[in-house]
């Protein structure tokens, strides 16, 4: 009896050590408290132009009068899954207007890890496939 409990003891020691507590979400980069931390980042900082639950805004492909585009859905029905981390990264850090939109620039608004976590949140509404297409 005390051998199963020992043996026990030491499964649970090396999935602790091996990091089994920061397991990601369906095989993916982040983790599950990435996007509990990503939909309050989101939800602070983004929904109001991207939508809370990040559907993006009507007519996202057509240009406005001035030339530049409307927030885009980045709930994997738009575009956003064909941008690499790094350019994910970027816009949010420096903006959308290299890209011809006009969202602003978080780097002085949001940490990196903040902007890691929006990131995980509207990636974790794509599904399986967008989420593979992505591969970067």
């Known amino acids: 009896m005390m051998h199963g409990a020992?043996?026990?003891?030491?499964?649970?020691?090396?999935?602790?050590?091996?990091?089994?507590?920061?397991?990601?979400?369906?095989?993916?980069?982040?983790?599950?408290a990435?996007?509990?931390?990503?939909?309050?980042?989101?939800?602070?900082?983004?929904?109001?132009?991207?939508?809370?639950?990040a559907q993006g805004a009507f007519n996202w492909k057509k240009t406005l009068k001035d030339g530049s585009y409307p927030p885009p859905p980045l709930n994997g029905t738009g575009h956003a899954w064909h941008h690499s981390f790094d350019t994910l990264m970027g816009t949010i850090s420096q903006g959308g207007a290299p890209m011809g939109g006009k969202m602003p620039a978080f780097a002085d608004e949001l940490s990196r890890d903040d902007q890691k976590a929006a990131i995980a949140y509207f990636q974790s509404k794509w599904d399986k496939r967008i989420y593979e297409a992505w591969g970067f």
């Open 6 to 32: 020992t043996i026990s003891v030491g499964v649970l020691a090396v999935a602790l050590i091996s990091g089994c507590g920061k397991q990601t979400v369906d095989d993916r980069w982040y983790t599950q």
């Open 34 to 53: 990435e996007v509990e931390r990503g939909a309050v980042v989101f939800d602070d900082n983004c929904a109001s132009c991207h939508g809370g639950n």
